[in-house]
């Protein structure tokens, strides 16, 4: 009997209005039907929307400590509940079962931090310019929040929004992305159990363009929090633009690893091999391009390529893989379509570049690591997202050259270098204008109290996770509290 999933709205596991279900398949095998889920309209996210807009006002006016409470619950059930949760994450998304674990320990790591910020939401005191004056400031909540997450990270991602919106006192609606919706009602799931108010945390799966595109077009949202790609954010911010909707993106990557002659190599390459073709290079962080001093540039090479013949690439589930399958055949199609782009602009291909359709493969979309080597920095291949195991090695001469190829791409995530040269290393971290960046580690790997974000096509000037990702779902109000008794005008308007 496979399960129907349902939509969340106002405490209740409801239908969609119409009825209608979408089926979501296992990537590694999709005679694996994992469930059937609400394919929703606008009518269900206009009610989802109401009833987070009803719930607003309680949900604000509940301490913060108190808010921090449901989420240090939360934490606590999905702890219980990881081992289940990633199994069920790398049934539907494909990712190894060590990576869905640390999915969903993300998620547990962001509740926690963001539970104790409750107690914390720090605002300022300073000096007021006239006597017997008071200055302050102080967050407030905002009020409903759009979520929109990708297929990647489908618990981490949504976490990294949700909990912080809950803890500055704002109301939820999530659409995740339609590959990966049990592990967003797993995620809702455990905010329920935790006794969240009805209302404060709503769920409606379905398509992009339906349920997506009516949460960024309601009126009652005064936050869309997107991540996804640069494509589907530029539409986001389009729409959100003429009513000066608060927005924040988090958008797609073009990430190097810089590869200096002093580098310990076989390092280098442990970082390579994790950083390109960890979650099949399906991160918005993947290391994508590795720009080599061309001294190593054919020992690196080598290495690299023996590496990654050897990776066991299967069904995540089983204990000895390494990498598991592309998300499903439209991503396929599209990274098999960059190879060959790759192919026709002069990359050689040095390993791999085929679909794997046989025997084990054969229900499942796999594509083999594939690296170019002989890439040139202005090439497709080495300028926009693949998003697939694909990794593009291009040579330098120094580390003035790193860095300027390293740059010049449209997107800003992540970065990182491998030197043993600390001066060398403080210039790179210096240089790069990337959001991220590493020494002697690939470009993955973020920790959840430190900002995550990108500049450039990558983001739009937020960052999420630690601190800063309050600021995406609060606004700053400044207090003056004048005690003196008399009408003190400001300085500005003194006129001396
Ligand atoms: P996507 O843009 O196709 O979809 C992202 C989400 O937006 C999905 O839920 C989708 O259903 C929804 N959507 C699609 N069309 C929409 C529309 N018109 N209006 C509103 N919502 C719409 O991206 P994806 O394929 O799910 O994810 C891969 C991309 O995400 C990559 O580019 C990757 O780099 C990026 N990503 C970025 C980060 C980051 O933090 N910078 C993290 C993870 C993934």
């Given amino acids: 009997m496979v399960p129907s999933y349902k939509n969340f709205i106002a405490g209740q596991w409801v239908d969609a209005v119409s ?7 296992n990537p590694a095998d999709t005679r694996d039907l994992v469930g059937f889920f609400a394919d929703s309209s606008a009518e269900d996210v206009g009610r989802a929307v109401r009833a987070a807009a009803q719930a607003f006002p309680a949900w604000r006016a509940c301490p913060a400590p108190l808010r921090g409470e449901f989420l240090y619950r939360t934490g606590e059930i999905l702890k219980q509940r990881k081992e289940q949760i990633a199994r069920d994450m790398t049934r539907e998304m494909g990712k190894i079962l060590l990576e869905a674990r640390g999915d969903v320990q993300e998620a547990i790591d962001m ?3 963001m539970a104790g910020e409750g107690r914390r939401l720090y605002g300022k005191t300073t000096p007021s310019e006239l006597p017997n004056k008071f200055n302050m400031s102080v967050r407030m909540p905002v009020g409903v929040c759009g979520i929109i997450t990708p297929w990647n990270f489908p618990m981490a991602i949504p976490s990294w929004k949700i909990f912080p919106a809950l803890i500055c006192g704002d109301t939820c609606v999530l659409k995740p992305a339609t590959d990966t919706p049990l592990s967003a009602i797993n995620f809702i799931k455990a905010l329920e159990d935790a006794g969240v108010p009805p209302g404060v945390v709503n769920l409606i799966t379905g398509k992009g363009a339906d349920v997506g595109a009516a949460l960024v077009d309601h009126d009652q949202v005064q936050i869309v929090s997107f991540t996804g790609s640069t494509a589907t954010g530029r539409e986001v911010a389009t729409k959100c633009a003429p009513s000066f909707k608060k927005h924040n993106l988090e958008m797609g990557g073009k990430n190097v690893i810089m590869i200096l002659d002093d580098a310990e190599l076989n ?9 390109a073709f960890g979650t099949s290079g399906q991160r918005c962080t993947a290391s994508s391009r590795m720009v080599v001093h061309k001294k190593v540039y054919r020992e690196f090479l080598k290495e690299f390529a023996r590496r990654a013949r050897n990776l066991s690439v299967g069904n995540g589930m089983k204990p000895r893989t390494e990498m598991g399958p592309i998300i499903n055949q439209k991503q396929k199609d599209s990274i098999l379509n960059w190879i060959d782009i790759g192919k026709k602009e002069g990359a050689t291909i040095y390993l791999g570049g085929r ?13 083999e690591p594939t690296i170019f080597s002989d890439v040139h920095p202005q090439m497709q291949i080495a300028q926009e997202e693949i998003f697939g195991p694909v990794a593009n090695v291009l040579s330098c001469s120094s580390l003035e050259e790193a860095i300027e190829i390293a740059n010049g791409v449209r997107y800003g995530l992540s970065a990182s270098i491998y030197t043993r040269d600390v001066n060398r290393a403080f210039v790179a971290v210096r240089e790069m204008y990337t959001g991220i960046f590493y020494v002697n580690s690939p470009t993955i790997g973020a920790e959840i109290h430190l900002p995550f974000g990108g500049t450039k096509n990558t983001g739009n000037g937020h960052r999420e996770a630690a601190e800063a990702t309050l600021d995406v779902f609060s606004e700053w109000k400044a207090i003056y509290i004048d005690y003196s008794g008399r009408l003190q005008r400001a300085q500005i308007d003194v006129g001396e």
């Fill in 111 to 113: 509740a926690f931090w």
């Fill in 19 to 25: 009825h209608a279900r979408f089926e979501n398949r």
């Fill in 355 to 367: 679909p794997l359709e046989k025997g084990n493969y054969r229900h499942g979309f796999f594509i």
């Fill in 267 to 275: 390092l280098a390459v442990d970082g390579a091999v994790w950083g």
